[in-house]
């Protein structure tokens, strides 16, 4: 039976399916946008199906879910923009996506949560994450829930988004927040294969499972680290959130394809790190480091791919 991705396209979705059809697993690819899909899978498109639909639209997830045995959901917003709100994509689409697995008699839910998410949380975005996650725990399906901390990896927005905005930012860049705020980088390789791991082992039905990488940064040193992935020199001015927050609701009014938005600016005082990281605890492996040759990809990022995704909203990995 064939197993369904959401969000296939996007930066972790692409990787799911990539790694699906590498274990010779039947998968059928759910996407929003076909161009976009075609970009991201096209070295597997022979090999899987790739199916429109829109998790805003309940009407449009019927046809994906035949002879699905499992449904491994990745669509979520870290940005609202236009109609696609937290509360319609986020929480709303779970909702539909699960509800439209239940009807066709799918079994197993594979929910790509997010360390943090609490629908008890005054953040919207973590709220909204949170709020989906329990709709999906109070169902009786077989779930399973994925919770990273920032995914690092070829595509990434966050990490990616500090080399662009480096690209452009000439001798002094900020030290954001004074740099305290605290991640553990996870590669996008390590979240997938815990993605496989869930679905081969029942063991993990019923489980929230936290998934980091080795260390806890604090985000100055990812900013030293992306720039020495650069190859560049800056000298680092701490700057308060509150004094960036003016700057971060200029670029939402203006840039289509905004690095940041305030939500997002917010989450800065949450740390993000992940004491019980089940990569380690639960499936005994050893997690990428967010360091050397695993972020040399943040080398790729040329200056006429930067202003497309600032100004355009491109897609340009
Ligand atoms: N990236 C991280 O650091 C991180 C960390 C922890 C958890 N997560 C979770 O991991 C999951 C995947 O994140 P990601 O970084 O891969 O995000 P992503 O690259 O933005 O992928 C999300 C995908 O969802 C699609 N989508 C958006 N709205 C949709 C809609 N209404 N109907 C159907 N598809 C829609 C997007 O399509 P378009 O491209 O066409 O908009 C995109 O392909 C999310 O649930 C996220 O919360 C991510």
């Not at 929230?208 to 100055?220: M, Y």
């Not at 492996?285 to 006429?304: Q, T, V």
Request: aromatic share 6%.
């Amino acid at each position: 039976m064939t197993i369904l991705v959401t969000g296939a396209a996007g930066f972790l979705g692409n990787q799911t399916v990539k790694r699906l059809v590498a274990l010779g697993r039947p998968a059928r690819a759910l996407v929003r946008k076909r161009a976009k899909a075609a970009l991201r899978l096209a070295n597997v498109a022979e090999q899987i199906e790739i199916v429109e639909g829109d998790v805003t639209r309940p009407e449009s997830l019927a046809p994906a879910m035949r002879d699905v045995s499992a449904v491994i959901h990745t669509v979520a917003i870290a940005m609202e923009k236009g109609g696609q709100t937290y509360d319609s994509v986020n929480y709303r689409g779970t909702v539909n996506v699960l509800d439209a697995a239940r009807s066709a008699g799918v079994r197993r839910f594979i929910n790509m949560s997010q360390n943090g998410a609490s629908s008890r949380l005054p953040y919207r975005f973590l709220a909204s994450k949170g709020r989906a996650q329990d709709y999906v725990a109070a169902s009786d399906m077989d779930w399973t829930a994925l919770r990273p901390s920032a995914i690092f990896g070829p595509q990434d927005e966050f990490f990616n988004t500090f080399a662009r905005l480096l690209k452009i930012t000439p001798l002094v860049f900020p030290l954001i927040g004074g740099g305290k705020a605290e991640f553990q980088p996870v590669s996008v390789y390590d979240v997938v294969e815990a993605v496989i791991r869930c679905l081969d082992d029942d063991c993990t039905i019923g489980a929230e499972l936290a998934l980091g990488g080795p260390e806890v940064l604090a985000l100055g040193e990812i900013e030293r680290r992306i720039i020495r992935a650069l190859n560049t020199r800056r000298l680092l001015a701490p700057v308060p959130v509150a004094l960036l927050r003016p700057a971060v609701i200029l670029m939402q009014a203006l840039l289509p394809g905004s690095p940041v938005s305030t939500s997002l600016l917010d989450l800065l005082a949450v740390a993000n790190t992940v004491p019980d990281n089940a990569l380690v605890s639960r499936f005994g492996m050893e997690p990428i480091a967010f360091a050397g040759e695993h972020i040399r990809y943040l080398n790729d990022n040329s200056l006429g791919d930067t202003l497309a995704k600032f100004f355009r909203n491109a897609t340009v990995n």
